[in-house]
């Protein structure tokens, strides 16, 4: 059944959804990827640039033929595009122009003509001693063999993992990724379950990282069928992370079994930003699906939507990969002031903190500064008001906020928040107090001081670091931290200058844009050191005397 | 295989499971009133507090069981079913509060925190002393928050005749002023060091 639901995928899969898993494929196989993000200024007339296991350069170029076959009609088509493919060298910095294979990838199946045409063309540029030739041809049949290989043999087979694995299938594409189901299903196939034994060999575990990466693929069709980019960026971030949770758990080199891998799914969350971003341009306005009833989801909708492009911009610049256009467009869309946010509840707090790092980055003066500080005192207002519930914490959702506030209207036969009073506590004043500090905005750091001093500080401390990863930690400690009644301004610079983070993993610590995105879907994992350390990476400036405690 | 009418069931035991989780906060009278908190991930909560003192606790899990005999299930009305989820209720926040008050009593205990009386009856003198041992918050308008008493039922008559002496006997109403005073003065002092210093 299982190979089954892959052909089913690989006939429904769009060209841009299958190139991720066909890179993963080929990193299993021995290939070192060097390119594979589309959409982007700097492409390099081929899809995929990649070494072959025998050091030679492999250039490769994808068709979607979904459920189809690739015609001769088609494959006129796109003959321009072979001839770039054999006749053009691979340029890549740092790659000397050398000879290389060629590859026309598809996952449709292909007429016997085309065959015949491709044959043709491979001895005309045989004779013309083309620096490509020949063209060799992967279609729906080796694709379909090596993704079984890679992939369904090490996929859930009790009954009860199937049923879980089915029922993430069926999700509509329109909605959140189910991050329950899909951290059961990835737990299962990366070994990270409480009563699997840790002794497990390199290479079973690299198999396993190939097979998840497929399995994920799978469990995203529906999402990118709908062009649901947040969900993709959320399906490959949570990949990525048990993925790390699996080196770390079973003390395997993260550069020998799971680099590859995890580069791979950064270039599939780079293209979902990328995309993103381009179907924000061509919108005239972020009203999505019934307008009757999107008022309702309008403000939560937009607060992420500028997070994840404030995020996309620092990717985009630092990577030189902005497509022509897209630096300008948003520099214009991401707005200079809060005015549109909502800030419905913790959750939303690393999304704003991305914002006021994009403003501190594309600003001079104090206003950035000034606005995390007002940021600090809407928490702390909140939290500490009487009769107020408080912001909710960071593990309940924008749509749980909603059915909470409307739980008259709705008829909701249980509130999200099941009697939970938030009152006197808060996840994010602590690290935002220690952002404020390095600011060195003293006055404002005193002024809030005595609302802060009587609440408790949360935070969730894993048994484990592998378990800092997972979507739930089953083992750790919910920590509640009371600060002292008074405090020494230079104690709390000596405590805001940490910029470690020991309770992460390195890999996913070192990887700047995943534990970002990772703090956006998972908020409640943006624990002070993370958010120290994201500060560090984002925030340009330093106004404490002292350099930061980085090692 | 007979139908099930799964939907049905399954929409109805979700009913079910919210009027049994109101039925159980409707008899924890003890700690209705405490604030609660879900938590999602992990295995107990630690607390550091200001003064350097660290608390542990880890998570316990209570259950009830209760059986519907199949004999019994064709005759079985609506009422009776939910007088049996009500029992199931009601045993389960007996469950609840019984661990609650050993785990307070055990935490306070091991601080140093308990007034054994041995034997003594409860009286004025009691309410002062347990007052004095314990931190008030005050709020702006000079008054103080709220207070809860927990006492065991055969105290009652007890602990009534104790406020009552508290409030006419001159002596002990002085006292018990004196001693919000002193309570409110104490709270003045904790709130004006609230500060960032330096």
Redesign the interface.
């Known amino acids: 059944m299982l190979e089954r639901l892959l052909e089913g995928w690989l006939d429904s899969a769009s060209e841009r959804s299958y190139q991720g898993p066909f890179c993963q494929v080929l990193s299993a196989k021995g290939y070192k990827i060097l390119h594979s993000t589309r959409h982007c200024a700097l492409e390099y007339g081929k899809d995929i640039i990649a070494i072959g296991p025998d050091g030679m350069p492999c250039a490769f170029q994808l068709k979607g033929n979904p459920g189809a076959r690739l015609s001769l009609t088609g494959f006129r088509e796109i003959q321009s595009q072979l001839v770039q493919l054999v006749s053009q060298p691979i340029i890549y910095p740092g790659l000397r122009i050398s000879e290389h294979r060629s590859f026309l990838v598809t996952n449709g199946l292909v007429e016997e003509e085309v065959h015949r045409a491709l044959d043709d063309l491979n001895r005309g540029w045989a004779e013309q001693g083309a620096i490509g030739y020949p063209v060799e041809l992967i279609s729906r049949g080796q694709l379909l063999a090596d993704v079984q290989e890679y992939g369904a043999s090490l996929w859930p087979s009790e009954l009860e993992d199937v049923n879980k694995l089915l029922n993430l299938l069926v999700k509509d594409g329109k909605e959140h990724y189910p991050f329950d189901l899909a951290s059961e299903v990835l737990k299962d196939v990366l070994l990270l379950e409480d009563d699997v034994a840790i002794k497990v060999s390199s290479n079973e575990i690299g198999r396993r990282i190939t097979s998840a990466a497929l399995l994920a693929t799978i469990t995203l069709r529906n999402f990118y069928r709908e062009r649901n980019y947040y969900s993709i960026i959320c399906g490959w971030c949570m990949y990525a992370a048990h993925v790390i949770a699996c080196i770390e758990r079973h003390v395997k080199s993260y550069n020998k079994n799971a680099k590859a891998a995890i580069e791979i799914a950064m270039a599939s969350i780079y293209a979902a930003l990328s995309d993103l971003c381009d179907e924000i341009k061509e919108r005239r306005h972020l009203v999505e699906g019934d307008p009757l009833t999107d008022a309702v989801s309008y403000r939560g909708r937009y607060t992420l939507i500028i997070a994840l492009m404030s995020c996309y911009w620092f990717w985009g610049n630092e990577s030189g990969f902005l497509k022509d256009g897209q630096d300008a467009f948003l520099t214009k869309f991401i707005p200079r002031d809060f005015v549109h946010h909502y800030l419905w509840g913790e959750g939303a707090v690393p999304q704003i903190l991305v914002y006021i790092w994009y403003l501190r980055a594309t600003e001079a003066g104090i206003r950035p500064d000034l606005l995390l500080g007002a940021l600090l005192r809407q928490i702390i207002g909140a939290n500490t008001q009487k009769n107020n519930n408080g912001l909710s914490s960071p593990?309940y959702g924008f749509e749980d906020e909603i059915r909470h506030l409307m739980r008259e209207f709705l008829g909701v036969?249980?509130d999200p928040?099941?009697?939970?009073?938030f009152?006197n506590s808060s996840y994010f004043a602590k690290p935002l107090l220690y952002l404020l500090v390095r600011t060195n905005l003293?006055q404002t750091?005193?002024s809030i001081?005595?609302s802060y001093?009587?609440m408790?500080h949360k935070h969730?401390?894993?048994?484990s670091k592998w378990m800092y990863c997972l979507y739930?930690?089953?083992?750790?400690?919910?920590?509640?931290?009371?600060?002292?009644?008074?405090?020494?301004?230079?104690e709390?610079q000596q405590e805001a200058r940490e910029c470690r983070c020991p309770e992460v993993p390195a890999p996913l610590a070192d990887n700047k844009f995943l534990l970002l995105l990772f703090s956006i879907i998972f908020p409640?994992r943006a624990i002070p050191s993370v958010v120290s350390k994201l500060d560090r990476y984002f925030n340009g400036s330093w106004f404490i005397h002292e350099p930061p405690i980085e090692r | 295989m007979l139908p099930d009418y799964i939907v049905l069931k399954k929409e109805i035991n979700g009913v079910l499971t919210l009027f049994m989780r109101k039925r159980f906060k409707f008899y924890c009278t003890g700690i209705q009133d405490i604030p609660k908190e879900q938590l999602f991930e992990g295995t107990g909560m630690k607390i550091q507090r200001a003064s350097g003192d660290v608390d542990e606790s880890t998570f316990f899990k209570d259950s009830i069981e209760f059986s519907i005999p199949y004999e019994e299930v064709p005759s079985l009305s609506l009422n009776s079913l939910l007088q049996k989820v009500d029992r199931a209720a009601k045993e389960m926040a007996d469950k609840v509060q019984k661990r609650f008050y050993l785990k307070i009593n055990e935490d306070l205990d091991r601080l140093g925190r308990t007034v054994n009386h041995k034997g003594k009856p409860f009286t004025a003198e009691t309410i002062l002393e347990a007052l004095d041992s314990i931190q008030i918050e005050f709020r702006p308008d000079g008054k103080h928050n709220d207070l809860q008493i927990h006492i065991a039922p055969q105290l009652e008559e007890a602990v009534k005749k104790a406020f009552y002496d508290l409030e006419t006997d001159p002596g002990l109403k002085k006292r018990h002023t004196e001693l919000m005073i002193q309570k409110r003065e104490d709270w003045r002092v904790r709130e004006a060091s609230r500060r960032l210093v330096g």
């Open positions: 593990y036969k249980e928040y099941q009697d939970t009073k009152q003293k750091a005193k001081w005595p001093s009587k408790l969730f401390v894993p048994d739930r930690s089953v083992k750790g400690k919910n920590v509640d931290d009371q600060p002292l009644l008074t405090k020494e301004w230079r709390l409640f």
